[in-house]
């Protein structure tokens, strides 16, 4: 799938997410990035983007209490132990030896992502993953440092980006994707994204990725561009290009986007899945909208295969 991604025109692949420690792997069959020994394994992949003249990001997470993979076998941590709401796995809460531990191993995810050649890093603080959960009131009922304000939710968050920065050098591309809004009462809200956001963006952030919601199926695929108002108010605040995720399928109304708003960048993965070579299609001419039905079908076959495509 990567290679027919590069092959097909996008100009910058973030790949699945890697995990960063060795007993906290929340999917099966995932990438990871938590031993010096997998940089190796990361390299055919990095060629294959550069070949095809495609950059490459690598994303990173702890993946926590999401998802209910391996749950009684993987260490599974939070900022508190709160029952997830989709899976109800309750964490373990946190403590300040592993906060470090935590800040460690992204920076060292960092380094290996560097030495195996790709492009930059994601720092995925988003859908109710764990970076996430610290700056929701919902999961994050610390009363240390890490809990309470607004400023203390944000600061594992920015740790993370401060550890990796000093870890890669000023040179190395950072990216961070974030939820505009939990949407959920109890959650994160758009006034933390700003905030989590312009912090960020002081530490000089490369990019931000702007998506929403604390699962696939939050997303109202019924309106193109879902975040985009979200996104453009984001844009409005920070010096650091700001990416969109969520419903892209329309490249007329991306371009009225790009026309009007602040936001420099797309970020498409369903419609890709459903078409890799959608990009050389649209540049080809042909502008009608992507076929993907955002019916959330291919996140129930391994590798995330769209169902109408054969093979």
Aim: glycine residues 10%; charged residues 20%; proline residues 4%.
């Amino acid at each position: 799938m990567y290679e027919e991604l590069a092959a097909g025109g996008v100009g910058t692949i973030i790949t699945g997410y890697a995990h960063v420690l060795a007993d906290e792997q929340p999917n099966p069959g995932m990438l990871g990035i938590y031993d010096d020994f997998l940089i190796a394994h990361h390299l055919p992949l990095v060629e294959v983007a550069h070949r095809h003249h495609a950059r490459i990001i690598l994303q990173v997470a702890y993946g926590g209490s999401m998802t209910d993979y391996q749950v009684g076998s993987r260490e599974i941590w939070g900022p508190s132990a709160v029952p997830q709401k989709r899976t109800g796995v309750v964490p373990t809460e946190m403590t300040a030896a592993n906060i470090q531990t935590l800040i460690g191993a992204c920076a060292a995810a960092g380094q290996r992502a560097q030495a195996a050649g790709y492009d930059g890093v994601e720092i995925h603080a988003a859908h109710g993953y764990l970076l996430s959960q610290f700056l929701s009131p919902y999961y994050n009922q610390r009363t240390d440092a890490y809990g309470g304000s607004r400023e203390n939710r944000a600061r594992l968050i920015v740790e993370v980006y401060e550890a990796m920065r000093n870890a890669v050098g000023p040179q190395f591309a950072i990216l961070i994707k974030v939820n505009c809004s939990d949407f959920d009462e109890e959650g994160a809200t758009f006034d933390d994204c700003q905030y989590l956001c312009q912090e960020l963006d002081r530490r000089s952030i490369d990019g931000v990725e702007i998506s929403g919601g604390l699962s696939p199926w939050d997303m109202n695929a019924s309106r193109e561009g879902v975040f985009g108002e979200y996104a453009a108010q984001i844009a409005k605040l920070i010096k650091a290009p700001v990416i969109v995720v969520g419903v892209n399928r329309d490249p007329q109304a991306m371009q009225e986007t790009l026309d009007t708003t602040n936001i420099q960048y797309f970020s498409l993965s369903r419609p890709l899945l459903r078409e890799p070579n959608l990009v050389q299609r649209w540049e080809s001419g042909d502008k009608t909208e992507a076929r993907c039905i955002y019916c959330c079908k291919c996140f129930s076959t391994i590798g995330n295969r769209c169902i109408f495509v054969k093979g």
